[in-house]
């Protein structure tokens, strides 16, 4: 399933891309800026500030929504099918993140952006959520966009079963590769997963593929901190063939969604991080041989 195509792009990989965001993660991570990526299913999102009070929602008789003293009010716990409300609001207040497309819809989307790749030698990058953690419809996606020789590039947490690695590496051309922390603890705290997991899957992948890129989001309080950062870094350093790293300051550009969502946004006293923050990180993964930026 996946919630957005975004074409030209000229982020997240070489040249003009198009991004396929995939819905799904199994991390939890507090300044996470697509919250509506997390859920493998169907989301229903609610712009209060776009109702104007049609009511179409509530034609439908579907027990998530219903009318308040306040206006239309969401059960964001409801168990019902929540798809039925696509299209219904003629504002855009209620609606639904999440698509079935087929291998054959995307590809037709993709093919679109031909011309493109072509001249600045882009190609797509497949975003989420997880998509590694997606099912064989992504590797036969992979397949045929191996076939078309389109450059192929996935952004990734590596929070999933080496096997669900090891079935893409050959189809794809860039991985961008998230590295969040190397202690355990302050990541199981802030993001749900196991570090050791990622690491481990960061090892064995670093010995078979030849272009990796580690990014790494800088959030205040989690990483950010020169002892934490040569933390990450040194690892890096220890995966000899990785020779690129990207740091990409916290931004709080998501914030609005968590409240569309229902949910509460756990970071939301956090001031955002500065690019001129980053500068002795960047100076030091320099001086240990990477090539280091700021941004994707």
Sequence with gaps: MIFNIQRYSTHDGKGIRTMIFYKGCPL???WC???ESQSYSYSLKYNRHLCKGFEECLKIGNEAVRAGENGIEIDFTSKGDVEIFRDICPTKA???SGE???TIDILAEIEKDLPFYKRSEGGVTFSGGEPLSQGPELVELLQELKKREINVSIETSLHVPWEMIERCIIFTDTILSDLKHTNAEKFKRYTGG?????????IKLSALHNNIVIRVPVVPDFNHSMSEMKGIIDFTISLKKIQEIHFLPYHTLGNEKYKMLGRRYELDETKKVDEHELADYIEYAESKGLKAKIGG
């Design 100 to 102: 079935e497309k087929s």
């Design 28 to 30: 939890r991570c507090m």
């Design 94 to 96: 209620v609606t639904v």
């Design 33 to 35: 800026s697509n919250p």
């Design 194 to 202: 196991d570090a050791t997991l990622v690491m481990k899957n960061l």
